[in-house]
């Protein structure tokens, strides 16, 4: 099958912006195995980052993941937290993600996301066997990686961070994503 990207193929940003705006179950039309490979750690977490600005411009929470398979390299789900846009308190990027994968045997997979995940999704990950998670943004949110590295979950820190423009405009908003509704009322 001919893809439009393959090894000859420069990961640039508007290639990593495709590759995150197609659905993952078309991704095999967009790029081969050859492509896939050459997805180094960095270029995964800006697919993630895109992901976020996505959720950002369509009025939410900007926060992206990204699940690839270790072996291949391939994405095998993607997402971005649809918090308000679905006005579900728990569509966060890395659920997000998981669900687009389905049922896999996450242990063989490594997810990649733009913040540190909550409380929630760290469990999640840690049920879900997850064996590695790389966080993007510490430095505006952390605090779960202990948690997940406790239960033998290979953390890493590859830092991208967002534009720190999404908590000065909407910090409540952002207290409802990390804390739930009811955080919100201590405001």
Not at 12 to 25: K, N, S, Y
Not at 115 to 132: N, Y
Request: contains cysteine; aromatic residues 4%; hydrophobic residues 40%.
């Amino acid at each position: 099958m001919n893809t439009l990207f393959d090894s000859l193929t420069p990961v640039t940003d508007e290639v990593l912006t495709a590759v995150a705006h197609m659905p993952t179950a078309s991704l095999p039309v967009l790029l081969d195995d050859a492509f896939a490979r050459r997805l180094r750690d960095a270029d995964l977490m800006r697919i993630a980052v895109l992901l976020a600005k996505k959720s950002y411009d369509e009025g939410g929470c900007p926060i992206g993941a990204v699940i690839v398979d270790n072996a291949t390299r391939r994405l095998v789900g993607k997402g971005h937290n649809t918090l308000v846009q679905e006005n579900h308190p728990y569509n966060h990027g890395e659920t997000a993600a998981i669900r687009d994968a389905g049922r896999l045997d996450f242990n063989r997979t490594t997810l990649f996301t733009s913040l540190s995940p909550c409380d929630v999704c760290a469990t999640l990950l840690h049920m879900r066997g997850f064996a590695r998670v790389v966080v993007g943004d510490v430095s505006n949110a952390s605090g779960t990686e202990r948690l997940l590295r406790s239960k033998g979950v290979q953390v890493d820190i590859l830092e991208d961070p967002l534009d720190a423009r999404f908590r000065a405009e909407q910090p409540v908003l952002e207290l409802e994503d990390w804390q739930g509704l009811a955080a919100t009322h201590k405001c």
